[in-house]
T-cell receptor, first 115, second 114 residues
Framework: AQSVTQLDSQVPVFEEAPVELRCNYS??????LFWYVQYPNQGLQLLLK??????LVKGINGFEAEFNKSQTSFHLRKPSVHISDTAEYFC?????????????FGKGTHLIIQP | GAVVSQHPSWVICKSGTSVKIECRSL??????MFWYRQFPKQSLMLMAT?????????EQGVEKDKFLINHASLTLSTLTVTSAHPEDSSFYIC??????????FGPGTRLTVT
C-alpha cells in the first residue's frame, strides 16, 4: 500500500512570486508520481507526471517537479505564479508496472494567489 | 487526452432513494474506469475499478451492494447509490485510463441526500 502526504493544506503567495508545493510519499514498491490541478467546480487536470528517467519533470502552465527517491518527495514548483493559478493541487501515486491501478491522492493544497 | 463527461453534474435526492450517475468516455474506448469519492475540503478516495464486461473491483471498506457499478460498454460506466443516506452526500468523480498511465477525469457529480 502507498500513501501521499501534502503537509500544506493552504499556501498563500503573492502574484509573480515563486511557489513550492510539497509532496512526500510512502510505498514499499516503485511508484509513478503525478500532480493534478482542480479549478473550482471542475474536474482534475494533469499537470505533470514522473514515470522514469530524468528526475526533473516539466509540465503545463510553467510548473515543474523534481523526484527525489532518497527523500521520497515530489515537490511542485513554479518560478512566478499568476492569479489564474489559484486552485487545488493534488499529488498522487500509483504502483509502477502494468495493471490498471487507481491513484492514491494526497489531501490537496489550496494555492491562493494574492495580488 | 481523453474527454470524460459525467451526468448529472449535481443531483439532490431524498434519503432512502437511489440515484444513478453516468460516466462517459467521449472519444476513447475505455476498458477500465475508476470511481472516486471526494468529501468537501478533502482528497479523492478510490472507491472501485470498473471493468468493461465484468464485475467491478471495490476498495476495502466500500460496500458493493450500496454502490452498484455497471460498465456495460467501452464508453459508459454507471454508479448507482442505492438507498442513499445523508452521509453519502459527496462529490463523485470518474476517470479513464489513457496512454502512459495517465488518468483523465470527469468533471464530477455532486450528490446531496436530504
Amino acid at each position: 500500500a502507498q500513501s501521499v502526504t501534502q503537509l500544506d493544506s493552504q499556501v498563500p503567495v503573492f502574484e509573480e512570486a515563486p511557489v513550492e508545493l510539497r509532496c512526500n510519499y510512502s510505498s514499499s514498491v516503485s511508484v509513478y508520481l503525478f500532480w493534478y490541478v482542480q479549478y473550482p467546480n471542475q474536474g482534475l487536470q494533469l499537470l505533470l507526471k514522473y514515470l522514469s528517467g530524468s528526475t526533473l519533470v516539466k509540465g503545463i502552465n510553467g510548473f515543474e517537479a523534481e523526484f527525489n527517491k532518497s527523500q521520497t518527495s515530489f515537490h511542485l514548483r513554479k518560478p512566478s505564479v499568476h492569479i489564474s493559478d489559484t486552485a487545488e493541487y493534488f499529488c498522487a501515486v500509483r504502483t509502477s508496472g502494468g495493471g490498471a491501478d487507481g491513484l492514491t491522492f494526497g489531501k490537496g493544497t489550496h494555492l491562493i494567489i494574492q495580488p | 487526452g481523453a474527454v470524460v463527461s459525467q451526468h448529472p453534474s449535481w443531483v439532490i435526492c431524498k434519503s432512502g432513494t437511489s440515484v444513478k450517475i453516468e460516466c462517459r468516455s467521449l472519444d476513447f474506448q475505455a476498458t477500465t474506469m475508476f470511481w472516486y469519492r471526494q468529501f468537501p475540503k478533502q482528497s479523492l478516495m478510490l472507491m472501485a475499478t470498473s471493468n468493461e464486461g465484468s464485475k467491478a473491483t471495490y476498495e476495502q471498506g466500500v460496500e458493493k451492494d450500496k454502490f452498484l457499478i455497471n460498465h456495460a460498454s467501452l464508453t459508459l460506466s454507471t454508479l448507482t447509490v442505492t438507498s442513499a443516506h445523508p452521509e453519502d452526500s459527496s462529490f463523485y468523480i470518474c476517470s479513464v485510463i489513457g496512454g502512459l498511465y495517465e488518468q483523465y477525469f470527469g468533471p464530477g457529480t455532486r450528490l446531496t441526500v436530504t
